[in-house]
């Protein structure tokens, strides 16, 4: 089993819509969690953190259910300019080595 | 430029030559990772340094595969006798020692093995 799945997509919106993604991670000692965004053929850029409590950047809130394992990037109100690929990222708490999910791709459609 | 720089940041060669790229990291950031995307997928860890000691290697790193960080600040990592299946983007990415600080990433090393 991977340590990280996320749904591939694409997830075609209009402007305007909020779309959410999901993304499931199999150890439990996954410590540290992440979204990142990646446009075609560039680097991988950090979108926001996942804290326990949950939290919100802009439009963009991420959550974390311990429980199930699994952490939720929710986009509101989405920009052309949001058409990506949404990366997952968890790491065991060591740092030592990242785990990235294959991503997820948004295209978002005037 | 105070960001993860990589160079070459394109290479084509036949297969069987050797392939050697470097990443420079962020200057205060003593933790560096390089990693291996293929299209579609997300990167995959490869090797991990803290300083110049390699701590983590991935079983992904055949007997092929070699990365260096002598003084703790840029690295390499070379390919020897390289394969098709080695083609790929190359990242490489850093930190600094703060717990929930996350990683930085460079432009990439776009590999195209013939």
């Known amino acids: 089993r991977k340590e990280v799945e996320q749904d591939p997509g694409p997830f075609n919106v209009p402007e305007g819509a909020t779309v959410a993604f999901n993304c499931t991670y199999s150890?439990?000692?996954?410590?540290?969690f992440f979204w990142y965004r990646q446009d075609c053929r560039k680097e991988p850029k950090l979108l926001m953190s996942v804290y326990s409590s949950g939290n919100e950047d802009g439009r963009f809130t991420a959550q974390l259910n311990r429980a199930s394992q699994y952490i939720s990037l929710l986009i509101r109100d989405s920009k052309l300019s949001d058409s990506a690929t949404y990366l997952c990222?968890?790491?065991?708490?060591?740092?030592?080595?990242?785990?990235f999910g294959s991503g997820t791709k948004l295209n978002v459609k005037p | 430029d105070t960001g993860v720089s990589q160079d070459p940041r394109h290479k084509i060669t036949k297969r069987g030559q050797n392939v050697t790229f470097r990443c420079d990291p962020i200057s205060e950031h003593n933790r560096l990772y390089w990693y291996r995307q293929t299209l579609g997928q997300g990167p995959e860890f490869l090797t991990y340094?803290?300083?110049?000691?390699?701590?983590?290697k991935s079983r992904l790193l055949s007997d092929r595969f070699s990365a260096e960080r002598p003084k703790g600040s840029f690295s390499t990592l070379e390919i020897q006798r390289t394969e098709q299946g080695d083609s790929a983007m190359y990242l490489c990415a850093s930190r600094d020692g703060t717990p929930q600080e996350t990683q930085y990433f460079g432009p990439g090393t776009r590999l195209l093995v013939l």
């Open positions: 990222v968890v790491n065991r708490g060591n740092f030592n080595k990242f785990y």
């Open positions: 340094f803290q300083n110049e000691a390699q701590l983590e």
């Open positions: 150890n439990s000692a996954s410590q540290s």
